[in-house]
């Protein structure tokens, strides 16, 4: 259910980002956290291999704490 979004520079040149929605107990999106940065800073390999997990597990904690579900 959780969705992952990453933006390679599209928004903005020179800047990455990664994001993952806020879920309530009814399993809607209400809000959304993110990670982003420079690129020489926020890089490809620094999201797959840390940002992306943390940010999700993140996400989770916090609509869990909102009373979302998994599997609802």
Do not use: H, W
């Not at 890089?43 to 916090?62: C, G, P, R, S």
Request: glycine residues 6%.
């Amino acid at each position: 259910m959780f969705v992952k979004i990453i933006d390679d520079e599209e928004n903005e040149k020179g800047t990455l980002c990664i994001a993952a929605p806020v879920y309530n107990e009814a399993g809607k999106a209400v809000a959304a956290i993110s990670i982003s940065g420079p690129a020489f800073r926020v890089t490809k390999k620094m999201i797959q291999e840390t940002l992306k997990k943390e940010v999700t597990e993140t996400a989770l904690k916090i609509s869990q704490r909102l009373g979302f579900r998994e599997g609802r």
